[in-house]
């Protein structure tokens, strides 16, 4: 059962322009939302996040946007760089006692100079 | 400051054998996840460590199993190991539990098991 579903596999796009990167959730009890920005032979490294009171959050040339109603979150990245191109992970948190983190499949963005 | 570090980087173990991965987390920080990462189901949490109690697992079966020592430094352990057990594991620490948007990651140990 997969409770963050991120349905692009792939994503190629032109340096400069803008990266929309989306992710569902199935779970109505998920109250904090994260996007994670993986290089190959590295860990994880934390990009954003959203709490489930508010619909966007900016941080530089990243913005993410939570639709509650449609359980629908995506990352902007405006911007494109190439340095961006890498494998991103959308993860969401029920809150309360239970910590832990569901994860998506993962996006590979890829950016053409 | 160091980050998280992972030891082995990588190991290569038949069927049935046992494994231990090692997880150093940043100093100071006292919360520490383990994660799996395959292609066919991505991320996904194995257990997460604070103050050497678990405080929260996910659905994996009882072969995985870990502990944390009171340096903060964490062990994973898989018995009986399967096929479908290769993968990414990868470690994460936090100062704090549940602390996710200051979690840092270490580069993993990648498992393959023949």
């Known amino acids: 059962d997969q409770q963050v579903k991120q349905n692009s596999p792939s994503l190629s796009v032109q340096e400069g322009r803008i990266s929309i990167l989306n992710c569902d959730y199935t779970?109505?009890?998920?109250?904090?939302f994260l996007w994670y920005k993986k290089y190959p032979a590295e860990g994880p490294t934390f990009l954003i996040s959203?709490?489930?009171?508010?619909d966007k959050n900016e941080d530089g040339r990243f913005t993410v946007f939570l639709n509650k109603s449609a359980k629908h979150l995506s990352l902007h990245i405006v911007p494109s760089q190439p340095g961006d191109s890498a494998v991103y992970f959308c993860?969401?948190?029920?809150?309360?006692?239970?910590?832990?983190?569901?994860f998506g499949k993962g996006t590979l963005l890829t950016v053409n100079p | 400051k160091a980050g998280v570090t992972q030891t082995p980087r990588y190991l290569i173990k038949t069927r049935g054998q046992q494994v231990t991965l090692s997880c150093s987390p940043i100093?100071?920080?006292?919360?520490v996840s383990w994660y799996q990462q395959t292609p066919g189901q991505g991320l996904q949490f194995l257990f997460e460590y604070f103050s050497e109690t678990q405080r929260n697992k996910g659905n994996f079966p009882g072969r995985f199993s870990g502990r944390q020592f009171s340096n903060s430094r964490s062990e994973m352990n898989v018995s009986t190991l399967e096929l479908g057990d290769s993968a990414l594991y990868l470690c994460?620490?936090?100062?704090?539990?549940?602390?996710?948007?200051?979690?840092?990651f270490g580069p993993g140990t990648r498992l393959t098991v023949l």
């Open positions: 993860a969401a948190r029920v809150g309360g006692s239970n910590y832990k983190l569901t």
């Open positions: 100093s100071g920080h006292r919360s």
């Open positions: 959203i709490s489930s009171i508010k």
């Open positions: 994460a620490s936090s100062l704090s539990l549940g602390s996710y948007n200051e979690q840092f």
């Open positions: 779970n109505s009890m998920f109250d904090y």
